[in-house]
């Protein structure tokens, strides 16, 4: 079973960029297809970006294509997500999960989740 850490949010300006963490611990990030999610206030939590195993197929909100990118480094067992060119529209709570399988984009198909960083994009 594997454990999740996310780090990294932080209040930003718009336009501006981070790079949030998930640190994995228990086992490692390519035995697991792992995906962003995030959730707003007052909002549905939603899915942001996914990566397989391997990390050779990625997929991504049509919210956040071409702004986001997600990867893995094996190595430091760790799942990355920079995000650049924020917009106030991106604050929100951003959770990674993990499942052991293929590419998944579906927030029921996650069984290990972290607990959470909030990112806030000011105007």
């Known amino acids: 079973q594997v454990q999740l850490v996310e780090s990294g949010g932080g209040l930003v300006q718009a336009g501006g960029s981070l790079r949030l963490s998930c640190a994995a611990s228990g086992r490692t990030v390519s035995d697991y297809a792992m995906g962003w999610f995030r959730q707003a206030p007052g909002k549905e939590r939603e899915f942001v970006a996914a990566?397989?195993?391997?990390?050779?197929?990625?997929v991504y909100a049509d919210t956040v294509k071409g702004r986001f990118t997600i990867s893995k480094d094996n190595a430091k067992n760790t799942l990355y997500l920079q995000m650049n060119s924020l917009k106030p529209e991106d604050t929100a709570v951003y959770y990674c999960?993990?499942?052991?399988?293929?590419?998944?984009?579906?927030?029921?198909?996650?069984?290990?989740w972290g607990q959470g960083t909030q990112v806030t994009v000011s105007s």
């Open positions: 990566i397989s195993r391997s990390g050779g197929a990625t």
């Open positions: 999960a993990a499942e052991l399988g293929g590419l998944r984009v579906r927030e029921y198909e996650y069984a290990y």
